[in-house]
């Protein structure tokens, strides 16, 4: 066993007691297999196909703590942090810290009835039928030991049960956020189940409102049942001294329908993890990306998304646009099943380098074992189009906006891919000011992005 | 207006145009004829700025000013205009919130206030009637998924919004049927004032007969060989460019 994964061995058996006692049974239950799968298997190096873009080695060599499970809220005025995130959105927010559910900051009353949201480990006591059901019954910790070190040290996270038939007068908006005076690491797991015929639009926004360093591994399990529609959009922008590894699971159910976009603004490293099954016929998956990286970002994207049964279609549309020494990889993995005959899946991976120094891989990866499928897939790497600059620069508009025009263009459309209007409006102005290198940033943030 | 002396220019390595001599007044529409790889879209790349094209000697004024140490998108807001021989498509980028933007910065670049939305999209309606273009055009990408005629039509609809001094048509007429052909020169013309030039670059006498130049140039290897009134286009359509060429080799 290398020292590293001693290392983090004896953080988990060092703080099991302490994580147990600040989460529920149902939450508990698993930890010490968990543990062991992860003492097991260890934290995975570039010779792991899976990891092989990004290397989390050097991360996790550095110094890090756990959160204080018992800190109180640290800081005093609380409408001062989720204005910057999407301002002229009107949400309900719920907000974690470290992790940790923290509060819900809405009106309740424009909740549907028989709807829950809450704390994890509190639910999980709450509701232990409804919790229990859904939880860990997705996210497989025997492909990635990063899944089994999460569920070794979560203590908490969210769970949003929307009911039958439900729809919402206001997107849910989920706002994680990250702070401390020295570095973190952090575990979260979301729960989100929505039941048949119902629709919900959620929007998480991942954040970090001090300066240290932040490294947070997350885990959503997500289940769409029968003729649902479940959208939900990730905005990433922390600062680029933390990194975030996400994971999202989701099963669609016959008819229903799961639509998400990731948006990556800031941070450091940046894996995003998405794992869609498609287990009931109808069922349809629309993923997209959208990374703007600079300096020495890396943003990896990873999708696997599974046709179990006929008749199912998936979309998937990533793109980045690169500049600086930032790196990106999207590897996108499609497994068609031998039962899922008439299955449409589409998969898309652009790369705009602005620099020589930037890089991107892409690595599509199909696999059919039903013979009426209709696939494809496709990839493009270049650089900005020198005809289009000069066609703009002739009608008298200079080389930098005719630059910013085309990287504008490239990236909107994944933001048009966002039904949720003002969250699209928004999300365009922070890409906008992100090209023009301007802080994306809300204007309450005390801290400094780096 | 503008005025070419001894323009050489190459590309990597390779010349192009090898001394070519030109004089365009206020007002004068000239013709630029030639056979293929004579040099005249290369005419047309390096006087708009185009940068992989190597200018190796002479000199440009264009309304009194080295025109070649301007960038391009200063050569445009000084008036010089050129219709692409093969338009770019820009995906992403619509065609409003394109002439927006250039319309915006040709008037800042004049002194002229930004035009209100609502005034802009009137001129935008009134230069769209000029050239018959289809009104959804414009709602569209730069280009994007336009037929051969409707991308000509669109550049002269631009020149219809950027007003320019000197407008170079650079094969406009190729790939155009004859219903597209007129409308395109009947746009032309109807922008035409006593103060604006244009050039026209052709490879047939066919544009001619509905925009009628000055001057006809007849461009070959490089330089032009023969300059005249409009009737020397319709030698060459009688005579066929193996006349110049034979004229040339005797």
Redesign the interface.
């Known amino acids: 066993m290398t020292d590293l994964n001693s290392k983090y061995n004896q953080l988990i058996a060092e703080n099991l007691e302490k994580v147990e006692s600040h989460s529920s049974d149902i939450m508990n239950n698993g930890r010490h297999e968990a543990k062991d799968i992860f003492s097991k298997k260890g934290i995975p190096s570039i010779k792991n196909e899976d990891y092989k873009y990004t290397n989390l080695l050097p991360l996790y060599n550095q110094e890090w703590s756990l959160p204080d499970f018992n800190a109180p809220m640290p800081f005093t005025n609380i409408d001062d942090i989720f204005r910057c995130d999407v301002p002229n959105l009107d949400t309900n927010i719920v907000l974690t810290v470290n992790g940790q559910y923290y509060e819900f900051q809405g009106d309740k009353e424009t909740l549907p009835e028989g709807m829950i949201i809450g704390g994890l480990a509190e639910m999980s006591k709450k509701h232990p039928e409804l919790v229990e059901k859904h939880l860990f019954k997705q996210a497989s910790q025997e492909t990635d030991s990063l899944i089994a070190l999460n569920k070794a040290l979560a203590v908490d996270g969210l769970f949003m049960y929307v009911p039958k038939g439900a729809a919402f007068e206001k997107p849910i908006q989920i706002v994680n956020l990250l702070l401390g005076d020295k570095p973190l690491l952090t575990h979260k797991r979301h729960l989100i189940v929505a039941e048949e015929r119902s629709h919900a639009q959620i929007v998480i926004c991942d954040h970090t409102l001090s300066a240290e360093r932040f490294f947070d591994n997350s885990v959503t399990e997500i289940v769409v049942n029968e003729g649902a529609l479940l959208e939900y959009y990730n905005i990433q922008n922390q600062h680029n001294g933390s990194s975030q590894i996400t994971s999202v699971f989701a099963n669609v159910h016959k008819d229903a329908t799961f639509h998400t976009s990731t948006i990556s603004l800031h941070g450091g490293l940046i894996r995003n993890n998405l794992r869609i099954a498609l287990i009931g016929e109808g069922a349809h998956a629309d993923a997209s990306g959208l990374s703007l990286t600079d300096r020495e970002q890396h943003v990896d994207n990873q999708t696997f998304i599974e046709h179990r049964v006929p008749n199912c279609t998936s979309n998937q549309f990533f793109k980045s646009v690169l500049d600086e020494k930032s790196t990106t990889a999207f590897t996108g993995r499609i497994l068609v099943q031998p039962d899922a005959q008439h299955t449409n899946a589409y998969q898309s991976n652009k790369s705009l380098l602005l620099t020589d120094e930037a890089s991107s891989n892409s690595r599509p990866q199909l696999e059919i074992y039903a013979d009426d499928v209709k696939c494809s897939h496709g990839a493009t790497t270049g650089q900005m189009d020198d005809e289009a600059l000069f066609y703009m620069q002739q009608r008298g508009i200079n080389s930098r906006e005719a630059k910013l025009l085309l990287m504008y263009a490239f990236a909107f459309e994944v933001i048009e891919k966002v039904k949720v209007e003002p969250l699209a409006i928004r999300i365009e102005d922070l890409v906008n000011k992100r090209l023009r290198g301007e802080l994306s940033r809300c204007n309450n943030c005390e801290i400094q992005c780096h | 207006m503008l005025s070419i002396k001894n323009l050489h220019a190459s590309i990597e390595g390779q010349e192009i145009l090898k001394g070519i001599n030109l004089e365009v007044k206020p007002g004068e529409v000239h013709a630029i004829m030639g056979p293929n790889g004579s040099g005249k879209s290369t005419l047309a790349s390096v006087l ?4 992989i094209f190597e200018v190796t000697d002479g000199e440009v004024t264009f309304q009194g000013e080295n025109l070649l140490e301007k ?3 200063e ?3 000084d008036g010089l ?2 219709s ?1 021989q093969y ?7 619509s065609m409003v ?3 927006r ?2 319309v915006n ?2 008037r800042k ?1 004049r002194g002229e206030p930004e035009l209100k939305s609502s005034d802009f999209l009137k001129v935008l309606r009134d230069k769209k009637a000029l050239v018959e273009i289809d009104s959804r055009l414009t709602n569209r ?2 280009n994007e998924g336009f037929s051969g005629g409707e991308k000509k039509k669109n550049e002269i609809f ?1 020149m219809a919004m ?1 007003e320019p001094k000197l407008s170079i048509l650079d094969e406009t007429d190729s790939g155009l049927d004859i219903d597209a052909l007129r409308i395109v020169a009947n746009g032309v013309n109807k922008l035409k004032t006593p103060e604006n030039s244009t050039i026209v670059i052709t490879h047939y006498q066919r544009l001619l007969d509905y925009i009628v130049p000055d001057v006809v140039h007849i461009l070959y290897n490089g330089k032009i060989v023969k300059s005249g009134g409009k009737e020397l286009a319709l030698d060459l359509e009688k005579h066929g460019y193996d006349w110049i060429k034979k004229e040339m080799e005797a």
Do not use: C
């Not at chain 2, 708009?48 to 940068?51: P, S, V, Y």
């Not at chain 2, 338009?87 to 980028?93: A, D, F, L, R, T």
């Open positions: 708009a700025g185009r940068d960038e391009p998108d050569r445009a807001k205009f050129l692409f338009p770019v498509e820009i995906p992403g980028v919130n394109f002439m933007a250039a910065e040709v670049h990408s730069v631009q950027l």
